[in-house]
């Protein structure tokens, strides 16, 4: 099966600017995940989605980070206005119930804010 | 407060010595444990995981891991460190019943000639 698809891999954009990611989990995964890993640091929770409706937001920075997941498929995280600090990969993740709990990380986007 | 706990943030040792990472979790229940190494630049990959039954569990790469239930924790081990092992090292838990998934902060392994 494919594995959980993420673009652009890389992302080098200006403090003040704006920058989208997006995640297409594996086919049937109703559940999916944002994290973000800052260099040096462990993946920490942004946002989990069960199919479209989000179930725990609680660590992400809403002044500036939202994200979506319209149709329960795939979803898109946008940072407005993008910080230094933001600097970091954006790792996305799914998992299923009937996956055998094993969750699915993607390769990430690596994201550079200069 | 429920969390996974990585103690040593750096380990260094020599190639052929033997090796433990500790993780210790504090959650209500057994949770799910996963232990998961990222070389530099590259994504995560999963070297085990425990969800019940057998409390030493084998995975990828030669390494394995205990489950101490007494003692919260599952350590990651390894008879023999290669050079290649060198890496980042994170120990991961998910609620047993639930969805989440939490990572720790990661140990850093430096290997030795």
Redesign the interface.
């Known amino acids: 099966e494919a594995g959980v698809a993420q673009s652009p891999r890389y992302k080098i954009i200006e403090k003040r600017q704006s920058v989208a990611f997006w995640c297409n989990p594996i086919s049937g995964h109703a559940t999916l995940y944002w994290y973000q890993q800052i260099l040096g640091q462990g993946p920490k929770l942004l946002i989990q989605f069960q199919n479209n409706g989000v179930v725990d937001d609680s660590q992400l920075p809403k002044d500036r980070f939202s994200a979506e997941r319209l149709k329960g498929v795939d979803s898109t995280l946008k940072i407005q206005p993008a910080k230094l600090e933001d600097s970091a990969v954006y790792l996305c993740a799914s998992s299923s119930r009937t996956s055998g709990r094993t969750w699915y990380f993607g390769p990430g986007t690596r994201l550079t804010v200069l | 407060a429920q969390s996974v706990t ?1 103690p040593d943030i750096h380990i260094t040792v020599s190639e052929g010595a033997s090796l433990e990472l500790r993780c210790n979790y504090s959650y209500g229940a057994t949770p ?1 444990l ?1 232990w998961y190494v990222q070389s530099p630049g590259q ?2 990959q ?1 070297l085990l ?1 425990y ?1 019940s039954g057998d409390t030493l569990v084998q995975g990828i790469k030669g390494f394995e891991a205990e489950f101490k239930r007494s003692q919260s924790s599952f350590n990651l081990r390894k008879p023999s460190v290669h050079w290649s092992d060198a890496a980042e090292y ?1 120990c991961a838990v ?1 609620p047993a019943g639930g ?8 140990t ?1 392994l430096t290997v030795i000639p």
């Open positions: 990585q799910y996963f994504g995560l999963l995981k969800f994170f998910a969805n989440q998934f939490y990572f720790g902060t990661g850093s």
